[in-house]
């Protein structure tokens, strides 16, 4: 897989001067593009390769590996074994939802989650890691749904680990 950087473009395109169909088309273009390349657009993707991007390159960081296509409530698999489920978003004020077992709503379907805010660029934000224990205490019930979610709020983001951007801890 390659390497995932987006960045801030330091150069933005003037769009304004095409006509509707013209951007549609250009649109449909670039979805074609980005399709052949294997991008997508989606927001949880991106979000994923965003996140196992970035631990890949500190090495304070399990290397992490994409779950198999399909894997419930699973995204990503370290070396040491342990399961990360990632959620990602950028405009949302709540996760995805996070199905419990089946048979028993309280066992333990991961070890980690990540959760991944992105700029309306696509850019990078945070990462914020929290260990079973930890979304446990501030997971929320959809019970239309019947799952777990995660509100996008201090109380959320607070309970666990701040991975990006890096912030070094000086001991005295």
Same mark, same amino acid.
Request: charged residues 30%; hydrophobic residues 40%; positive net charge.
């Given at each position: 897989?390659? &390497?995932?950087?987006? =960045?801030?473009?330091?150069?933005? +395109? *003037?769009?304004?001067? /095409? *006509?509707?169909? &013209? /951007?549609?088309?250009?649109?449909?273009?670039?979805?074609?593009?980005?399709?052949?390349?294997?991008?997508?657009?989606?927001?949880?993707? +991106?979000?994923?390769? /965003?996140? %196992?991007? #970035? $631990?890949?390159?500190?090495? @304070?960081?399990?290397?992490?590996?994409?779950?198999?296509?399909?894997?419930?409530?699973? @995204?990503?698999?370290?070396?040491?074994?342990?399961?990360?489920?990632? &959620? #990602?978003?950028? !405009?949302? =004020?709540?996760?995805?939802?996070?199905?419990? @077992?089946?048979? *028993?709503?309280?066992?333990?379907?991961?070890? $980690?989650?990540?959760?991944?805010? +992105?700029?309306? @660029?696509? #850019?990078?934000?945070? %990462?914020?890691?929290?260990?079973?224990?930890?979304?446990?205490?501030?997971?929320?019930? *959809?019970?239309? +749904?019947?799952?777990?979610?995660?509100? !996008?709020?201090?109380?959320?983001?607070?309970?666990? !680990?701040?991975?990006?951007?890096?912030?070094?801890?000086?001991?005295?």
């Amino acid at each position: 897989m390659n &390497k995932i950087k987006i =960045k801030p473009s330091e150069e933005t +395109m *003037d769009l304004t001067h /095409l *006509d509707d169909l &013209k /951007l549609l088309a250009l649109h449909a273009a670039v979805a074609r593009e980005a399709k052949s390349r294997g991008l997508s657009f989606n927001v949880g993707e +991106m979000g994923e390769k /965003l996140a %196992i991007s #970035t $631990f890949k390159e500190r090495p @304070d960081l399990p290397v992490l590996a994409p779950s198999p296509r399909g894997t419930k409530n699973i @995204d990503a698999i370290s070396r040491e074994g342990n399961r990360y489920s990632i &959620k #990602t978003l950028q !405009r949302a =004020k709540k996760s995805g939802t996070i199905y419990p @077992d089946q048979s *028993d709503k309280e066992r333990q379907i991961f070890e $980690f989650i990540l959760i991944v805010l +992105m700029h309306e @660029d696509f #850019t990078l934000k945070r %990462i914020i890691e929290l260990d079973w224990q930890q979304f446990c205490a501030v997971r929320s019930w *959809d019970s239309r +749904m019947n799952a777990w979610y995660l509100a !996008r709020s201090n109380r959320v983001l607070s309970a666990g !680990r701040q991975i990006y951007p890096y912030v070094q801890v000086c001991l005295p």
